[in-house]
């Protein structure tokens, strides 16, 4: 088998996250989850397209979605969600044979009708071909609403498994992505996933099995980094070895510092006479505050630099403090009295005086 | 049928972890700062053969750290694990040959770099 392995294209989106506190963290509208009440799907709606779209328009607008939200391209936060709702549409609507017995379906449908069920023979006459639920790869992952109406999908490999008794296939890797904070990097994190994997039941066809499985992300990672979790991927066929998780990290975005890479910044504000008289001042840093001494005299925009405070990675970022001068506004009598008191004691300070002209007309 | 009720995700993990009485803990590791692999190790993490390996260095989808070494003695840093599967997931899901997925990696790599001084340089 020289070629790349074909793995589940839904792969990206059979994982939920759940934050530290087992609260929803990486949660979307969630809307293919909700496995309680049953939804009805409108894969035209989902594909953009209308009904009677020829089946290379449905073939056209499943490219052209596909490169916006693959998960690995898109920047968009619901990117694996959309994905993943997009390859069960088109599982349905490229093959002719089920879009003709989904269109059937919905016109029995009505809007706004509250947990799903199809009518229980809806699908007399049809007859699904086992082969084409193997066109996409084995759909594993798809919604109570795409089962409940084309059963549970196949497996990828399953069939090919049948008669050939020592097949033995590693299990695919899973991907998803994690956000975390940014002082999650500093400490460590813990994260309790739930994960789906398709597994064999008793009755010989594949099944979805949720576990629920607590990462401990370790200290020291960077946004975009991968954490890589041994065997704990969808598991093998034929007692192959169980695929790996894949978790990719992102920050979740902080309000006073700036990241890039290890290194974190921050902008302080400061006030004129600190800037003047410099002293100690409290500074907020991802693992604790702590005393920055300033020198007096120091000017708006000059950066401080404290070494090795940034994220504990392999290679030790470090912790940036740009100084920022603040003034008051709507300076008092006294205040302005102040600050001609001092433009007097020292009317030789030209902040300009490296410019060239600067000093000609000033 | 499988039933995950994310609105009910606490209680549903509270009712694993009473069964089992704790959740098995996993422990990650970083890929991109963990030991370098082997064309060996790279082919059995991505389930590919060595030939489709081999390809893929010559198509420039990754780099061995020192080329100049024959293909058994080749070693790869946890970056070039993660651009491997990218480009097969691009392979896989968009339909894009090789070259394209190439393309689509530098692309992104360049996008990546630029939002990243976007998000610097953004008050």
Redesign the interface.
Known sequence: MGCARIRDPTDFSRIIVVGEALEPLLLDNGTSYKRDSMEYKDYYKIMGITKDASQNDIKRAYRKLARKYHPDVSKEKDAEERFKELGEAYEVLKDPEKRTAYDQLGANWKAGQQGFQPPPDWDAGFEFHGDSFTGGAGAAGFSDFFESLFGQARGGFQSHSAGAGSFQMRGQDSHAKVFIDLEDAYQGASRGLTLQSTVMGADGHPQLKPRTLNVKIPKGVKAGQNIRLKGQGSPGIGGGQAGDLYLEIEFNPHSIYKVDGADISLELPIAPWEAALGGKIKVPTPSGMIDLKIPPAISSGKKMRLKGRGIPAKQRGDFYVRLMIVLPQNLSEKEKALYQELQHANNQFNPRKNWDWGNSHA | ???????H??T???A?AMHNKM????????????DNLSLVKLCR?C???A??IITMVERGVIDPIDPSLSYTHWQFS?TSL?RV??A????????VNLAGAVL?LEL?DEI?QL??QV??FQR
Do not use: P, W
């Open positions: 049928m499988q039933t995950i009720n994310l609105t995700a606490k549903g993990i509270g694993i959740i098995k803990s996993e422990i990650g590791i970083i890929v991109e700062e963990s993490y389930s590919l053969s030939e489709s946890g993660i599967q990218t097969l997931r691009l392979q896989r899901d968009l339909d689509a992104l990546k939002r990243q998000a610097y």
